[in-house]
């Protein structure tokens, strides 16, 4: 299985109800992924509740059965929809996979 860990770090909101709106747009988009993806073995998604220096905004956490199938979920079109929204307020990312 491979271990796919996403973190992002988002720009700054101008209201809390901008931020709220987006985090709702990003939980929509994510929503039942792993029911369109067969890919996935596993799909959790997160928003950071610390807050600090270190702090990434949220988080992707996927299990895939192995790196042929990593890329096929990279490549999917409803991957590729939530990348999108992602990519409306990130400002960096960090990404890891590894086999477990």
């Known amino acids: 299985m491979i271990k796919h860990i996403a973190m992002f770090k988002f720009?700054?909101?101008?209201s809390e109800e901008e931020k709220k709106n987006y985090h709702n747009r990003l939980i929509e988009v994510?929503?039942?992924?792993?029911?369109k993806i067969d890919e996935i073995k596993f799909l959790q998604i997160g928003f950071d509740q610390l807050k600090s220096e270190a702090s990434y905004?949220?988080?992707?956490?996927?299990?895939?059965?192995?790196l042929n199938a990593l890329s096929v979920y990279a490549q999917h079109p409803d991957h590729a929809k939530a990348i999108e929204v992602i990519k409306e307020m990130a400002i960096d990312q960090k990404v890891i996979d590894y086999e477990f």
């Open 11 to 14: 720009k700054a909101f101008g």
């Open 30 to 35: 994510f929503d039942g992924l792993e029911t």
């Open 57 to 66: 905004d949220f988080i992707v956490n996927v299990d895939i059965e192995n």
